[in-house]
């Protein structure tokens, strides 16, 4: 049921406001008058057979004309609509689900169904930032059981495309995250695939980070692969290593994690669903996960660890996947390059064996590819990472890597940085600490993920000895302004690299 | 500490984002390459001396020329800036008082210092939207203890003005909202001031209601004094019905509120804090506060009633104000007009004594005076309300009123409306229900309170007994076009007044 009031004009202001949807319009409207005294009032809009939510921003300029109204550009996408479409205005009806909301916070559970309805309006846009920020709070705190996540996984699934493989076994690895230049997926995924195991691994962009898996693999080789693309490159090569976002694996999750960032909160039923749904939706059934732990990773201590993994396990069996959790050292930065370039750089030394590669990268990824290869029923348990070993060492997995790279669409050179900038030891000591944290946030304001060349390259390791102005970093940018920017926050803040002197 | 990258000239786009600020940057600047790939990036923006936080959008439109950045409104407001100016950007410092909310939601308590940082980071804007909504929920749901409501409250004291009066009685009455008409106030003050008490009353403007108590009293004379006029008015006539919003306050209140209406959320500790702190910041220390309880008022139930009731005293003893609760019924309007000048009119008919005055709005008065008039020792327990019905009849209110509107700047004739329509009953039968919100919600529609003759005039009560076509309420509204856009909303919704059929 509508009941329609207006009619307006559409105008592209071009003004991106993220995953929420706003209509502008002029203060001398009608729609205005009725609604606009509230922050964040919701309207419904309606173009041709396509309703959407959206909201109201008052315009109390002529950045409007009489009779017209602009939309985010959001809000232009979800409608398919352009310039000088007609849009109908009406009042949405109430959001149903939000009661469900409210009665979690007031101590209920929510059921399966409340989930789905809530999942549904959220990837519908019926929910605001700050609905979705209001239900994210209420199921942080540990307040989400075990039948709760189940509920939010399921709901998130269903929401997305889901991709079914003729192959029985389909194994994959995660990594819940914090951790900069962890790039393992680079080196697992042509290890498993070169062994003869489907791996239809999907990654993410950078969202905090200076650059996701997807960033870096797009170095080396096209990552925004159709689903149709996606299925003959693994057809073909077993494996590949594509952006999670073009094959709309999960649209729910993208939206509650840009709001989960901007509060800085990770509930972990949220987290947990979160990385099942994916996989689910990826069509995985067997899944190594790894946790890094440590003081400024995402997980920062064994006992939220252990809440994880139980989770992880838990919800996983009862979702028909096997879930393999494996705890991995998060104290500092995984290898030595921070940056789409950067830590494509450290992979291909890994994969084509050179000695300068960075070992602890080299390690993680063969532990990593050692519990994935054991899925197989070829595999004896704990004879995976010899296997791996030997099939990085052989070359096979280097050879494999290619295959991906040219089967996604031609292997590419990678970019340097034209502006470099070294940052040296304040004074002598011994290496005690590098913030994963801030040292990721140099590198993105020095350009990365977007300047592919950018980033920060570590010339140390904690626990190392250095002397006074000894280089420990090296920024890299794209522009000069870039290589300030980040050497802005590199003098102000003091507590990058912690050095303590030796008694 | 403060590291500036860009400086950027002020464009004033004339966007109205409520109380959220937000800087429109150009795509292709580096703030929004460092800054921008995530919804609700935060900006700090400096101009002179004054610091912001403002919410990134991106523009990806010719909208601002290279170099320029748009504000919204408030942003402008808050920086005391205008086109042209020259601003630095930077990033914000992490926000401290966000870990005392993420420890709320994983359990801990609020101290009142934490408290204290929170509402002082609400109103310098450091909060978004979306950390407000998180804030919000975190603490409903009965979460927050007494000793929380106390730290709230005095937070919110703390950051606005706070009036000292001479006299050592200053009185002042509050309903806690959700019945559409009830303008008990506009006779309360009259009578309670015409007996000698002060009662220095600020009122609200509507937030989802067709008129606050501002709105209707703005009908009859100017609200929105300064402070020092305000004071002049109580000197000379020891009450005035003056709109708080001037007088500022409790800033961090009306940001607040605005949040939790979209969310539909309202929370007891919330409510108490928002209550007495306005009562407190307004030099009060006796007060009676109204609580309508019903199916579609704001307290719904009698439990719930009973809550808030131990909550609001047991707070305002601590902190040194005696609060006696009255609830009184929440069943339907009081009074017959719905609108600002429609109550207006009601509250002139009892103020009058006109014989066709709104019985039940002339009772309700006449009990909440009493029980203001018992805080003075002038009076007998017991005797307040045939006293506050003395001075009614005797005409001594209404002269007060008359003299309370001439000191706040003249009495004003009441407008009428130029458009009208009268409802109609579809069936005889008997009024079993009149919703407060939809009808409250017509009236809104119709142009109310901006459209200050706009609103809904009743004709029934619940309980009467009507014909087949019996009018059961009048819209009022200023221009055509609102008379049918309130009008399509009664014709979509069956159950704004419930006719049953008499067995």
Redesign the interface.
Known sequence: ?E???QTLKVK?????????SVI?IR?DS?IC??EG????A?IRIRFEDTCIIATL???????LEPGEAGL??HALMLLSSKEGDEIYLS?PEPLHS?SDV?GK???EEFSEASMAEIINDVVAGRY???????F???C???RLNQQEIIGLTKAMIQVGARIAWSQQLVVDKHCVGGLPGNKTTLIVVPIVAAFGLTIPKTSSR???SAAGTADAMETLAPVDLSFPKMQEVVERESGCIVWGGSVLLSPADDILI??E?????DGEGQLVASVLSKKIAAGSNHVVIDVPVGPTAKVRSRDSADILKVYLEEVGKKLGIEVKVVYSDGLQPVGYGIGPALSARDVLAVLQGKKEAPQDLREHSLDLAGHVLEFSARVNPGEGKLLAKEILDSGKAWSKFQAICEAQGGMRELPKAPYMHTCVAKKEGVIKGIDNRRIARVG??A?AP??KAAGVDLHIKVNARVEKKQPLFTIHAESQ??L??AL??V??DGNLIQIENEK
Request: hydrophobic share 35%; glycine share 6%; aromatic share 12%.
């Open positions: 049921m009941y329609f009031k592209r202001l071009g003004i991106d406001t993220y995953n929420e502008y203060e009608y008058q009725a005294f509230e922050s964040q919701r921003n008052i315009v109390k300029s002529n950045l985010s550009e009042h939000l409210r916070i007031y101590g605001s930032d700050i609905h979705i920020s209001s994210l709070t209420a942080a705190g540990n950078a969202i905090t840009s709001v960032r901007a509060l800085d909160l993105k304001l350009g977007v300047a302004g870039e300030e920017y802005n926050f003098e102000m």
